[in-house]
């Protein structure tokens, strides 16, 4: 099996900063994409950026520019950096993973997700 933990949520004011963390532990072989998604209240969770195996990277309209996807492949971990937060981007962040490994393949399960709430 395997887990998704994401780190670094919290409360920030409009034009400021926040950098989250997601790692994947567990049976991995590969990992293709990695990702970030969110759900605000109310809302159905959406896309906001992934990142391939290949180096295609991929942005929401609403985020380009703001945000920067990375990733660390020999720790399972991608990051979002996030800029110029807006009280529009407050929402639970997911974390995707998109790979294999004993006992599950295709999108591994939902983790948790963390809190990012930015105030006016």
């Known amino acids: 099996q395997v887990q998704l933990v994401e780190f670094g949520g919290g409360d920030v004011q409009a034009g400021g900063s926040l950098g989250l963390s997601c790692v994947a532990s567990g049976s991995i072989l590969i990992i293709d994409t990695m990702g970030w998604y969110r759900q605000a209240p109310g809302k159905q969770r959406e896309f906001v950026a992934s990142s391939s195996s290949g180096g295609m990277i991929n942005y929401a309209d609403f985020v380009k520019g703001r945000f920067t996807i990375s990733r660390e492949n020999a720790k399972n971990m991608v990051i979002l950096q996030m800029n110029s937060l807006k009280p529009e981007d407050t929402a639970v962040y997911y974390c995707?993973?998109?790979?294999?490994?004993?006992?599950?393949?295709?999108?591994?399960?939902w983790g948790q997700g963390t809190q990012v709430t930015v105030s006016s």
């Open positions: 995707r993973v998109d790979g294999y490994g004993r006992g599950w393949s295709g999108r591994a399960p």
